[in-house]
Nanobody, 115 residues
């Protein structure tokens, strides 16, 4: 089993910043990538950002230039620095680990941006 524990969500005004963190533990073998996804009410889950073990990153179009994903391979942690937050960034944010044997998800942390 793999456990993912997210932290750092909350309420912030538009234009503000938040930092999300996620710690992975358990049966972690050959992690390909770690990252963040989000799901707003009535919408499908979407990619926010992922980062590979080698440091390659992929960002969703709506967050490019505002969000930065980082990772500590030794500690199996991944973080998401979110700047210039917009009302439309409001969602539940999920941490994910992509391994050869499958994908694992955290329970999610709520991010609410007030306009």
């Amino acid at each position: 089993q793999v456990q993912l524990v997210e932290s750092g969500g909350g309420l912030v005004q538009a234009g503000g910043s938040l930092r999300l963190s996620c710690a992975a533990s358990g049966r972690l073998f050959e992690i390909n990538a770690m990252g963040w996804y989000r799901q707003a009410p009535g919408k499908e889950r979407e990619l926010v950002a992922t980062i590979t073990t080698g440091g390659q990153t992929i960002y969703g179009d709506s967050v490019k230039g505002r969000f930065t994903v980082s990772r500590d391979n030794a500690k199996n942690t991944v973080s998401l620095q979110m700047n210039a937050l917009k009302f439309e960034d409001t969602a539940v944010y999920y941490c994910a680990v992509h391994q050869g044997e499958g994908d694992y998800w955290g329970r999610g942390t709520q991010v609410t941006v007030s306009s």
